[in-house]
Each structure stands twice: as structure tokens, then as C-alpha cells.
């Protein structure tokens, strides 16, 4: 290169001798990578390591640690506590804790094999024994965890929940300290994907604080990419990059600060996003979505997608009228979607023919498109064989909504009692129920008629089916769909041959109308240009999926300037280099 050089300075006017030596230390910059403060090269094309910050707005809660309660937890939890697994934007596994796993011979156990040498950020040892203490935790009949129900495919959970048999009973073992055993009631294919919520608890710091532990940042331990720094309850919590992290995911970003705030103080978001005070917000309602789709700069940084929930209708199928599969099939053929989708629900719904969402693993839900398509006609035909001629004597009954979804359900819920007007001459109510007095309702298989949504827990169609099963919270029983239910969730064999069961068992569901299917929500964020992560590109079919705050490893802010004066340096090294040759 010196030789090469030198015939370059020779060959070149004299200007050369002043200007190559600086323009070769103006172009070498793009090369020269900032390292963060936990040690991780960042990308070249990072912004300065002040500016590596992501803010967003979410409602606060009351604890940050998972195996203590998810429906008051903090948005933080996932962040600074290590799972074993993640998910990828595709929905497949991805290492954490965990480096591999595979289930034994039987089917009856999973070994996950833990990386060695993590640690918790006080700088305790953190590891498999970790693990059983978090699971013991989450089963303890004392700590009255709200999401047990989730964990109950782990042998002898559900006997310890009700205390039948001790917690260390629990069907979760270190064999020793990079080697955790979980053992099932039955062969549980999709274990791996539901103990992707696995966000551990420190035992040491739980018993030295009590519940408080996870309250407040002098008393807080982090195993994850991130630590708690401050907490300030409805205001703000500020996350830092965990120097003492040795996980699968090191952060690019120097800090995460989440504007928190209580439900019965909504902020403005929109014009916190335009302010430049938060560089990412979901949009809520079509007037704010009209507002950006208008507006060149913003709606350049609108991103849409499916999500997956599910909004159907379920019906008391063991007791009149519901009882009668025609009637069911009635109510199904009276519903439009299209006109939902182009009022009630424009631009913030899609129709749903199925209970699996579009993308969502194992799901094809045009296969249902034709099954119970709008058809008034066929409708009144089928109801007038079922005993109500033009509606007569049909008994009165109510469309249920969740008083917690009834800004998301009572306008489609009234659109529906209007369709079925017309269809069938049945005149039906719309009523807001208060929430524990529908979910109970529900579960007691005591609610005649109503509008519900479900949202995923894990991206497998044993989550979202399962839900149909006769012991869930449908009064809908089918033995054909049980038996392809059973079979599916203990199938060992590839994925895609365990999806076709599945397949078959979601097209029993639709064909005998164990529920009428609606429309699963589209979700509408705002986020920075300048804000980049692979994870927020689409996935490998086509879909933009807004990825989980547990996988932020590639999550960076770019440089303002980077597409204007990079390109020129690169440009000009690329000259050098090749003149040098």
C-alpha cells in the first residue's frame, strides 16, 4: 500500500500533497465504530451514543416482575429480566437464557441448556436453580399469581396451585447449574413457545424485600439487557443498558425511557410524537389515523399491521335458540363484513373468517372465505326452517359486550344488531356488561349472545383453537373438533403436519358455527425515520410486525446526517482504495 501510495502522490498534481491527507482522514471515519457502554461495537452508521435513547408512552403498574402479576405489571418487566427463549418478527425461537433445547424420547420432558456465566446485576450467579425458584414461584398457592392457568401443561402444576401437593413438587428441576428439566402432564409440542414468558424472579432479593422488591430502583435486581434506574410511579421510568448482562441479546442503546402514565390520564400522543418528544406511539381512533394520512412527513412514518386478536360472536349453543345449527348458520350468513369493514371498522379491521389471524403460524384464513359468506337470503331460509319464519317468535335476547372493549365493540356490536334487523326480522339488544360480571358469565357458560375478543398468548394454534376446547369458556362442544385438538397438541412430528391438523380441527369450528368470526384489529404506530432495527422490517411474509420490547438488541437511532454525507465519503474511500490497487 506504501508503494502504491507514493506512485499515487507522484502521479498527482501537486494539490494532492495538501488535500489526500485529509480527505483519507475524513473518509476513514465510516469505519471507525462507536463502542456503547456495555461494551457492543455499534453500527456504523449509529447516531453518538447520547442520542442512543428510545422513548415511547405505555401505562404504568405496579410491579415489575412477571411471576408476580401481568395484568398490573409494569411495562418494563420484559426488559430488564432474562426468559429462556424469544421470539424473532417470523415467530420462531430464538436462544436467550436457553442456547438449545429438545424434548426427550417420550414427549413428557424438555431440556433447556443454559449459557454459562450469566449473571444478575448485582453480580450473584444466575442460572437453572433461577429457573425452578421462578416457576415455584409462579405456582405458589401464596403468591396468587393471575396468569397460573398459562403454566398448567407443567406436571403437578395445576395440584400445587390448589394445594394438593407442595410447591417443590412442581414438575421443574435443575439437573444442574446449565441444564433445566421441565416436565409436562402430556407431550407438549408448543412448550418451548409458551415458556417464551419465562422472565425469571431473584430469589435472593425477593427475600430480602418481600413483594417490593421489583418497586423501586434501589431494591430492583435486573438479569436482562437493561436495568432499572428510575421509577417514577406515573411519570416516567428510565431504563439503563446492564453492564453485568451475559445473555443473547446486548443492547445497541444506551437507555430506554418509557413516559408512563395512569389510564384515567391519557396523554396526548400525537402531539407528543410531532413534538418530538417520543419516537414511537400507537394510534388510537380513525381521526388521528385521517390526521396522518394527510400529513407527507408523518405518514411516511406510519406503519400498519394485523394484530393478532380475534373479534367474534359466541353463542350459548346448548340451550334455544342457539341450540339449532341453522339458526347459528343464520346469524353468520346476516353479517357483512364488507360494509363493517367500510364503516365501522375502516382502516382499523380486517374480516376474520377464522380464529387464526392473518400470519399467524399455521393459519390460511382465505380456506374459510366461501364457508359462511353474506347471504340474507340463504339467511331468512335457514331460520324460517328453524321454526322463526320471518322472525317470529324468536325469542328476545342481547348482544354482550366487554364494558373494558366497548369503544372497540359497541359500534360494530350495533352495526350487527342492525344487519340482523334486516336480515332475519330479529330484533336483538346491545348491552355493555361490567367485566368480572361477563367473564364469569362466560365461564359459568351462562352468556346467550355476544361480541368478545381473544388476544394470543403464544403464536401457536394450540393457544388461540384451544380456546374452543368444551372445558374453555365457550358452551360449544364438538367431538370431532376435541379429537383433532387432543391429537394435534400432543404431535411430536414436523410442524407443518401438526398446522394441517389444526387446519382441520379451526374448519369443524367455522363449518358448525362454534362462533361467527368478525375481525381481527389492525394496529397503526408512528415511528422515528431515523429509528432503525432489522426486527422492524417485514417479515418473510411481507407483513410489518411491530416487535416485542423483549428483543431490542438491534434496535439503534441513525445518524441524521447519514444520507448525505456518508454516501460521499464511502464514494470517495472506494476511489482510494481502487486508485491504491
Not at 230 to 258: C, F, T
Not at 387 to 408: A, E, K, L, N, T
Not at 428 to 445: A, M, P, Q, W
Not at 450 to 460: E, G, L, M
Request: aromatic letters at 12%.
Amino acid at each position: 500500500m506504501y508503494l502504491s501510495l507514493t506512485r499515487l502522490i507522484k502521479t498527482t498534481p501537486k494539490i494532492t500533497y495538501f488535500l489526500c491527507p485529509i480527505m483519507i482522514f475524513w473518509a476513514m471515519d465510516i469505519y471507525a465504530q462507536q463502542v456503547n457502554s456495555i461494551g457492543r461495537e455499534l453500527p456504523k452508521d449509529a447516531a453518538p451514543l447520547e442520542q442512543q435513547q428510545f422513548r415511547f408512552f405505555e401505562m404504568d403498574g405496579t410491579y415489575m416482575e412477571w411471576f408476580k402479576t401481568i395484568y398490573k405489571r409494569s411495562p418494563a418487566t420484559d426488559l430488564i429480566s432474562e426468559p429462556l427463549l424469544r421470539h424473532d418478527k417470523n415467530y420462531q425461537l430464538l436462544p436467550a437464557a436457553a442456547k438449545s433445547w429438545e424434548a426427550t424420547k417420550d414427549g413428557y420432558t424438555w431440556l433447556f441448556h443454559l449459557r454459562s456465566g450469566m449473571q444478575w446485576d448485582d453480580g450473584r450467579p444466575f442460572n437453572a436453580h433461577d429457573y425452578v425458584y421462578t416457576f415455584r414461584r409462579g405456582a405458589d398457592p401464596q403468591n396468587a399469581y393471575d396468569f397460573e392457568w398459562h403454566y398448567r401443561i407443567i406436571k403437578n402444576w395445576d395440584a400445587v396451585v390448589s394445594r394438593r401437593l407442595p410447591v417443590d413438587s412442581l414438575g421443574v428441576f435443575a439437573i444442574n447449574d446449565t441444564t433445566l428439566a421441565v416436565h409436562t402432564e402430556q407431550r407438549v409440542p408448543y412448550l418451548p413457545h409458551n415458556l417464551v414468558m419465562s422472565w425469571a424472579s431473584p430469589q435472593h432479593a425477593v427475600a430480602k424485600y418481600g413483594e417490593e422488591w421489583s418497586t423501586r430502583s434501589k431494591t430492583h435486581v435486573s438479569s436482562g439487557p437493561f436495568k432499572l434506574s428510575e421509577w417514577r410511579k406515573n411519570e416516567v421510568i428510565v431504563l439503563d443498558a446492564n453492564p453485568m448482562y451475559r445473555g443473547s441479546a446486548p443492547p445497541y442503546l444506551e437507555q430506554i425511557i418509557i413516559r408512563v402514565f395512569a389510564q384515567a390520564t391519557q396523554p396526548l400522543m400525537l402531539s407528543a410524537y410531532t413534538a418530538e418528544e417520543v419516537d414511537m406511539i400507537l394510534l388510537s381512533g380513525q381521526a388521528s389515523l385521517g390526521r396522518v394520512k394527510t400529513d407527507p412527513l408523518l405518514n411516511r412514518e406510519l406503519h400498519s399491521m394485523v394484530n393478532f386478536i380475534t373479534f367474534y360472536m359466541t353463542m350459548d349453543t346448548y340451550n334455544t335458540p342457539f341450540n339449532d345449527l341453522r339458526v347459528r348458520q343464520a346469524f353468520a350468513h346476516s353479517i357483512d363484513r364488507s360494509a363493517l369493514m367500510g364503516s365501522a371498522l375502516r382502516d382499523i379491521g380486517v374480516p376474520a373468517y377464522g380464529m387464526l389471524p392473518p400470519g399467524f403460524p399455521g393459519s390460511d384464513p382465505g380456506a374459510f372465505r366461501e364457508t359462511l359468506v353474506y347471504n340474507p337470503d340463504r339467511a331468512r331460509q335457514l331460520l324460517a326452517e328453524a321454526g322463526y319464519p320471518d322472525g317470529r317468535g324468536f325469542p328476545q335476547v342481547d348482544i354482550w359486550i366487554r364494558g373494558i372493549d366497548s369503544h372497540s365493540t359497541r359500534i360494530p356490536a350495533e352495526a350487527i344488531q342492525a344487519m340482523l334487523a334486516e336480515a332475519l326480522n330479529v330484533k336483538v339488544g346491545v348491552r355493555v356488561i361490567e367485566r368480572k360480571v361477563f367473564t364469569d358469565g362466560l365461564n359459568n357458560h351462562e352468556v346467550t349472545l355476544a361480541v368478545v375478543a381473544y388476544s394470543q398468548d403464544f403464536p401457536d394454534p394450540a393457544n388461540l383453537l384451544g380456546l374452543w376446547r368444551y372445558n374453555g369458556r365457550h358452551a360449544w362442544r364438538n367431538d370431532t373438533f376435541e379429537k383433532l385438538i387432543h391429537e394435534a397438541n400432543e404431535y411430536m412430528g414436523p410442524s407443518r403436519e401438526r398446522y394441517a391438523i389444526y387446519h382441520a380441527a379451526e374448519q369443524r369450528l367455522v363449518e358448525e358455527v362454534g362462533g361467527i368470526f368478525l375481525w381481527h384489529p389492525v394496529e397503526h404506530r408512528l415511528w422515528k425515520s431515523n429509528f432503525y432495527s432489522p426486527s422492524l422490517l417485514p417479515n418473510r411474509l411481507g407483513m410489518e410486525v411491530w416487535a416485542s420490547l423483549t428483543l431490542m438488541d438491534g434496535y439503534f437511532r441513525n445518524s441524521d446526517s447519514i444520507d448525505y454525507i456518508q454516501p460521499l465519503k464511502r464514494r470517495f474511500w472506494d476511489w482510494l482504495k481502487s486508485s491504491l490497487d
